[in-house]
């Protein structure tokens, strides 16, 4: 989703995970406001207001209106990373005949953690 400052124009992208079903502020990475917003389902279904206060979500990355990236500590959200748990563990997979992978086997409830965003295919409440 995009962002566009009504005071300054800058683009603040807001990732679609974190901001999805959203309610609460976020800060304008190029002149600093607050911003009120509320989206559902990946729309915004109201706002953007001026607020005060702190953010509750930056945005993940932004744009002045000349097309220079906007990104650093206190402006945008670090980039997400990968869970601890998961790095650098081979995971079990089954082989047909030829040697081809044909499934991941055997998956665990652990296994599917963030493969699915269910809040996504659920829609809002
Ligand atoms: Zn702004």
């Known amino acids: 989703m995009l962002l566009t400052c009504p005071s300054c ?15 609460g502020t976020t ?4 002149c600093k406001k607050i911003w009120r ?4 389902n ?32 206190g402006l945008t959200r670090p980039a997400p990373r ?6 650098c563990k081979p995971k079990a997979i089954k082989r047909n005949v030829r ?3 044909i499934a991941g086997y055997p998956l665990t409830k652990n296994d599917l953690v963030g ?6 295919v659920a829609g809002a409440k």
Do not use: H
Not at 37 to 40: A, H, Q, R, V, Y
């Open 27 to 30: 800060q304008c990475a190029g």
């Open 115 to 120: 493969s699915r965003a269910k809040f996504m």
């Open 99 to 101: 040697g081809n992978v």
């Open 82 to 87: 990968a869970q601890k748990e998961t790095v």
């Open 42 to 73: 990946g729309a915004c279904v109201s706002g953007p207001e001026a607020a005060s206060g702190t953010a509750d979500l930056l945005p993940g990355f932004a744009e002045t209106p000349a097309y220079e990236g906007i990104s650093g500590t």
């Open 9 to 23: 124009k800058t683009k603040n992208f807001l990732d679609p995970y974190p901001f999805w079903n959203f309610k």
């Open 37 to 40: 917003l509320e989206t559902s």
